[in-house]
C-alpha cells in the first residue's frame, strides 16, 4: 500500500478500497502516514466525499485501528451521544437513569469544544472525581454501578486522534464522511450494543440549519447500522441553552435538581425522550412510550440519584455526593445580575455567543493548555418567549473577577433580545431518525 496513490485516487474521484482505508488508518495509528500525507487525504475527502460503502469501511477501520471493548453482562450495552450544545448536560442525567432501568452504559466523553461545554469537565467539577481511568477500573465502575463516564484511552481509536488534530488545522472538519467516522469509531470501540444520537440544531449548535443537521444525523444512523450497531438519532434544538445554566458546576446542580429534587424542563424532557428511544431499541421496553416511563420512573424514584451517586463515589468523589451536592460544587467568589434593558418578550438567543462568554469567564478553554474554572458561567436563563420587564434579571454571571463579569454582561446583552411581541418558539424535538 501507499499513501500517496491513495490520496492521488481520492483527489481523482475514485473511491477507496477498504483494504486502502484499513491500511491508511492504521498508517495513522503508526506513524507511517505523515502529517502531510493525513491532510491531503483529509482535503481530498473533503472535496470529493467518500460514499457511503467506503465511509462505512473508514469509521471501521477507524474504529480497528487501537483496542475495542467487550462486556459480558446482563443487560444491554447502551450509549448516547450529542453534537455539541450549551446548557446541554443530558449525559449526567441520562447514564444513571439508563442504569437504573437495567442497561450498562461505558459513556466515553469529550471535553469542551469551541463554544460547547465538555461532559468531562462538568463531571470534573466534582471535588475528587477523576475521569481518567485504567480499563481495570473503568471496567469495574461500569460492573457496580451500571454506568461511568470517562475519557477515551490513548489506545482508543487511535487514528481518529490523530486525523481529528490534522483536521482541525486543515480546514477539514466540516466534512460530514470525516464527522461521522470520527464520532463513531469511538462509540462503536467501546463495544456498543445500542447507540442514541442527539444531533443539534439552531444558534448554539454546530449545525445552524435544519437541512445540515438532518443531512449529519442521516450519514450517523446510515453508518452506524451498517457497522452492526443499531442506532436512532434525535434532532433537537439548541436555539437557547438546554438547562438554564451554562458552566460546569452550574450544570452538574442542574442536572442534581433533576435527579433529586425533581425538577422538570427541557433538560428532563430530552432525557426522557433519548432514554426511551434506547431502551425501546435495546428491548427493554416494549414501545417507545414504555421507554419513556421508565426513564422517568427512574428519575422519579431517586433510583438513577442512587446510581449516579454510586458512580461518583467509585470515580474518586465524594461517596454522599448526591444526599449533599449543595456543599460539595465549588462557588464562583463574583456573582452578578444582568438586567434586561427593557419590557418585552425574549425574541432571541445567540447560544453560540453566550458560550463563548462562559469561556471567556474561564469556563472553557481558549487554547488546549488553559485550565478550566469550573465555578465560572451563567445561571438562572431566560427562556425563549419569555415576557421581562424592564430591571428583571435575565441571567446571573458567576465570575472570578469583576473584569470578567463587567465584560460578560455586555456579552449578554448582545445575545439576548427583547422584542414588543412573543416569537414562536421552536420544538424541543424537531424530528427523530430511525
Not at 417507545?288 to 422519579?300: Q, V, Y
Request: aromatic share 4%; glycine share 10%.
Amino acid at each position: 500500500m501507499d499513501a500517496r496513490a491513495i490520496i492521488a485516487a481520492l483527489r481523482r474521484g475514485e473511491t477507496p478500497s477498504q483494504e486502502e482505508l484499513t491500511w491508511f488508518a492504521n498508517g495513522l495509528a503508526d506513524g507511517r502516514v505523515t502529517d502531510a500525507q493525513a491532510g491531503a487525504f483529509a482535503m481530498a475527502v473533503c472535496l470529493q466525499g467518500l460514499g457511503e460503502e467506503a465511509r462505512v469501511a473508514l469509521t471501521l477501520a477507524m474504529r480497528d485501528s487501537g483496542d475495542t471493548l467487550k462486556w459480558d453482562f446482563d443487560g444491554p450495552v447502551l450509549d448516547k451521544h450529542s453534537t455539541g450544545g450549551v446548557g446541554d448536560c443530558v449525559s449526567l442525567v441520562l447514564a444513571p437513569a439508563l442504569a437504573a432501568c437495567g442497561a450498562y452504559v461505558p459513556m466515553i466523553s469529550g471535553r469542551g469544544l469551541g463554544h460547547t461545554g465538555g461532559t468531562l469537565d462538568k463531571m470534573e467539577a466534582i471535588p475528587g472525581l477523576r475521569t481518567t481511568l485504567d480499563e481495570a477500573h473503568f471496567r469495574e465502575v461500569v460492573r457496580t454501578s451500571g454506568c461511568a463516564i470517562v475519557s477515551a484511552s490513548a489506545d482508543i481509536a487511535p487514528a481518529d486522534k490523530r486525523l481529528y488534530a490534522i483536521r482541525d488545522v486543515t480546514g477539514t472538519v466540516e466534512s460530514l464522511d470525516l464527522i461521522t467516522a470520527s464520532i463513531l469509531s469511538k462509540k462503536l470501540a467501546a463495544g456498543l450494543q445500542g447507540l442514541v444520537l442527539d444531533v443539534k440544531v439552531g444558534t448554539g449548535a454546530f449545525m445552524k440549519t435544519p437541512d445540515d443537521a438532518l443531512a449529519l444525523a442521516t450519514s450517523l444512523v446510515e453508518t452506524a447500522n451498517l457497522a452492526g450497531c443499531p442506532t436512532s438519532a434525535v434532532i433537537s434544538d439548541m436555539n437557547q441553552p438546554l438547562a438554564p445554566a451554562l458552566g460546569n458546576a452550574l450544570e452538574v446542580a442542574e442536572c442534581m435538581e433533576v435527579l433529586c429534587n425533581g425538577k422538570g424542563g427541557a433538560l428532563r424532557e430530552l432525557t426522557v425522550a433519548l432514554g426511551g428511544v434506547l431502551l425501546c431499541n435495546a428491548a427493554l421496553a416494549p414501545e417507545l412510550e414504555t421507554g419513556i416511563d421508565a426513564i422517568s420512573k427512574a428519575l422519579t424514584s431517586g433510583q438513577a440519584a442512587e446510581r449516579f451517586g454510586r458512580m461518583v463515589a467509585a470515580m474518586g468523589g465524594p461517596v454522599q455526593f448526591a444526599e449533599n451536592w449543595e456543599r460539595f460544587l465549588p462557588e464562583a467568589p463574583v456573582i452578578r445580575e444582568v438586567l434586561a434593558p427593557a419590557s418585552g418578550f425574549i425574541t432571541h438567543m445567540n447560544g453560540e455567543a453566550l458560550g463563548l462568554a462562559v469561556v471567556d469567564l474561564g469556563g472553557g478553554r481558549q487554547v488546549q493548555s488553559d485550565v478550566v474554572d469550573p465555578a465560572v458561567g451563567f445561571s438562572d436563563v431566560v427562556a425563549l418567549g419569555q415576557k421581562v420587564v424592564k430591571g428583571q434579571p435575565l441571567l446571573r454571571i458567576h465570575a472570578a473577577r469583576e473584569d470578567a463579569a463587567r465584560r460578560a454582561e455586555m456579552a449578554v446583552k448582545r445575545a439576548i433580545g427583547i422584542g414588543p411581541v412573543r416569537a414562536e418558539t421552536p420544538p424541543l424535538i424537531h424530528e427523530r431518525i430511525r
